[in-house]
């Protein structure tokens, strides 16, 4: 349903729970003696998987990324290997956050009320005249709703994303194949971290129209690119070309897009966790954004410069 993605957005952060739980299961050490196979198979996957060595272990790195269309095709063939060869899978950018279902029926009610903008404001005084023209072209197009010099900066940005991808049938994640993966052969899976949804929403609701610009500015240009852009990533992400995926303004849009703008972790504080785990025995698997991995100044490029051995496709320009 068009205009249903703000909302939905809200209670994908309300009602996201931890991944199905799985029994701590340490593979065979013959199994673990073959961990360097994983190289080989990564390099022919159709996804961007790394391997990174130290004196002490191997990480396994899957840059993942959401909405994948059902028309892509990728191999799992490598990923599943890695998995079944592994100590620990874990999700560092995961996070659970809880609330009653009395609250989240408030914070819906009152983030529908937030879509429109309060008496007497309007867009076009805040905005670059350049979005707003831009806007102008895509309501002509019927891409944006006619009112929106009116609509709220975070309202209309999840409009435009999600009239963008009309269309676009998605299929299988690769995240959601690790968690299936997990199930299937019960995998130990580190839990995820859990907390209070009220702190994040406070600040959603306290926040001012304005902060929300860069995010309609990002999603404009998704809009314009259209359901072809959505198909164009997906496929770029199947055939391992990385920049192609990251320079996509779909990938923009949700770096500037509360809620990820607002909770994403830094990257040194997930290059710190990425070292620590390549200081502990286990083979473990991570499953992280692409954005994460492979942008300037990202987790590959932390471990490069700390002197590991990193092997996978090339991430860098």
Known sequence: ??????????????????????????????????????????????????????????????????????????????????????????????????????????????????????KGRRLSAMARPDDMRRLAALAGRGMVRRDYDGRHPLHLANDLRDRARDGVKFGRSPADYVLRTIKRYKLALVPMPRSKAKPLIKDLFASRPEEHLPCLHAAIAVAEAGPAEFQARSDAWAARRVQAVLASPIEAAGRQCWPDAVVAEPGDGLTGRMKQLLGEPEVTVAVLSLGSLAAKGGILDGLEAAGFDIQGPRWKE
């Open 1 to 118: 349903m068009k205009g249903a993605s703000g909302a939905a957005a809200v209670l994908a952060v309300m009602m996201a729970g931890a991944p199905p739980s799985a029994s701590a299961q340490p593979p065979a050490q013959a199994e673990q003696a073959h961990v360097n196979d994983i190289v080989v198979t990564g390099r022919r996957s159709g996804i961007p998987l790394w391997t990174v060595r130290s004196e002490t272990t191997t990480l396994v790195l899957v840059g993942a990324i959401g909405g994948v269309s059902k028309t892509t095709k990728w191999d799992p063939e490598a990923l599943t290997e890695a998995l079944r060869k592994a100590d620990r899978v874990v999700f560092p950018e995961a996070h659970g956050y809880t609330a009653s279902p009395f609250s989240v029926i408030g914070w819906l009610a009152k983030y529908n009320k937030m879509g429109s903008l309060p």
